[in-house]
């Protein structure tokens, strides 16, 4: 029997090339009104294959008799849940693949923010070396820092294993504490902040988590405090963040993840201690096509069984 897939937008090689191989693959964004196209085809789609757009009971009343969204990313707060849950939709991410990935990013961003690395390399390319002599000294140091990791899930144990490794203390915020972790576990965000020097951002976006780093939280953290974010770009009040770097509040910021990506705040690009990145944590080949297969996976089995491979916690 032929299973109808809906593709919104161009996914990853690997994805493509498999759906097309199992499954009646309707690429929306290929049509010149895709609105239209669902009203042709809607009713025939049975699964959804996707890495961001909203999936929400607009989509969902479009494609009436579907049964699985397969997201490639951990994070899906692009999907309504409960909206998927009320339709009777199976919603699946790709855990777990990325974990080692996003982490390796997350410490290395960590490294850049601290001793300004990627500022230090501009100032050779620019030929200031050769000019003005060597780079500044950096006034931050890794050395004897306390990292807090804000979402101590999957990547956030890969990091703070890392770091450890570094010789930095550990501490960390959550919902809740968990049982089979050591660290120290600070009951809320600006606790956390205050008992660390380098906020780790690793939480999911969503309304619980949005501005969750506010102005008290990065009051908290300290002139010596470095934030860092390679969760969503959501969960930090940008405002709050470009006042607390202007003002001398905290001391640096490492970003992968913005409010509005790909817009970042210009004042944000103007700020000495601000390293950034394109949001690029899982972006290297190999993740994306171990994620990938997970988002095919997750279709075949459904279609074969009935069950899902890496359903998101709520569908559990």
Known sequence: M????LLPRPTLPIVEEQLDAA????RSYKAEDPDAM???????????????????AQ?????PNV???SSLGVGYDHINIPDCKAANVMVTHTPDVLSDEVADTAIGLMIMTIRELGQAEQWLRQGNWLSKGPYPLTQATLRGRTLGVFGLGRIGKEIAKRAEAFGMSIRYHGRNPQKDVAYPYDDSLEGLAEACDTLMVVAPGGAATEHAVNAKVLDKLGPDGIVLNIGRGSVIDETALI????????????????EKEPQVPEALL??????????????SQATRNAMG???????TSWFKSGRAVTPVPEMT
């Open 59 to 63: 989509l969902l009343a479009k494609i």
């Open 38 to 56: 669902l009203r042709e085809v809607g009713n025939k789609i049975r699964g959804v294959a996707m890495a961001f757009g909203a999936v929400d």
């Open 270 to 283: 103007r700020l000495p201690r601000v390293t950034v990145l394109p949001h690029v944590g899982s972006a």
């Open 243 to 258: 006042e607390a770097l202007e003002t001398g509040t905290i001391y640096g910021a490492g970003l992968d993840v913005f």
């Open 67 to 69: 049964e699985i969204v």
């Open 23 to 26: 499954f009646t693959v309707h």
């Open 2 to 5: 032929t299973i109808d897939i």
């Open 293 to 299: 297969q997970l988002v095919v996976d997750n279709l």
